[in-house]
């Protein structure tokens, strides 16, 4: 609730964590949210057995960091190779019925 709290109540246009919710990064992720929000898991397991194996050293910094660039990457990857191409292939599908 603290968190989002200043960043709905107040003028819209002030203060420095509407600024940031503004930017041009916290925009791609709100882009890719669903896409991270689908591949996470995955991510995070696959660090894992990466630190199990040996091939990852076991500090808790390293696997986040590791496991988040992954699964910024998948959601990347997922949003321009299949969601945007859905997405524009069903707005040219319902023009075309309209």
Known sequence: LFMVLPGVVGPQQEGPIRKLLRSRPMAFLGTISYGVYLWHLTMIKQTSDWVA????????????AVATGLTLLAASVSWYVVELPVIRWAQKK????A
Not at 94 to 97: L, N, W
């Open 53 to 64: 194996a040996g091939r990852l050293p076991d500090v808790f910094l390293v696997e986040v």
């Open 94 to 97: 319902r023009a075309r019925t």
